[in-house]
Nanobody, 123 residues
Framework: QLQFVESGGGLVQPGGSLRLSCGVS????????IGWFRQAPGKEREGVSC????????NFADSVKGRFTISRDNAKNMVYLQMNSLKPEDTAVYYC????????????????WGQGTQVTVSS
């Protein structure tokens, strides 16, 4: 049975860092691009970052460029989102999702989703 497990969320002060992890059991991530999305209260879910299946290509939302990095370890079936210089507006539930396509913008093209992990940036 396919299962995503996200971890690493929590409460952090502005300017702090967190590293989110996304692990998968039940299938291999090798052939899937992985996207990170987030949803703040009262807002639509938005794309944050995506990494291609090989890890050779990444993209980021303008709001997180220069602060977030994404990486993957296919041998461990894991994807990571390193978040630095966090701001209160980064507060949201963060989700990882898998797609066989090359990092599409439309979230409807992601086939598998994790349950989400809460990130709260507050002093």
């Amino acid at each position: 049975q396919l299962q995503f497990v996200e971890s690493g969320g929590g409460l952090v002060q502005p300017g702090g860092s967190l590293r989110l992890s996304c692990g998968v059991s039940g299938f291999t991530l090798d052939y899937y691009a992985i996207g990170w999305f987030r949803q703040a209260p009262g807002k639509e879910r938005e794309g944050v970052s995506c990494i291609s299946s090989s890890g050779g290509s990444t993209n980021f939302a303008d709001s997180v460029k220069g602060r977030f990095t994404i990486s993957r370890d296919n041998a461990k079936n894991m994807v990571y989102l390193q978040m630095n210089s966090l701001k209160p507006e980064d507060t949201a539930v963060y989700y990882c999702a898998a797609t066989p396509l090359n990092c599409p913008v439309r979230r409807g093209l992601y086939d598998y989703w994790g349950q989400g992990t809460q990130v709260t940036v507050s002093s």
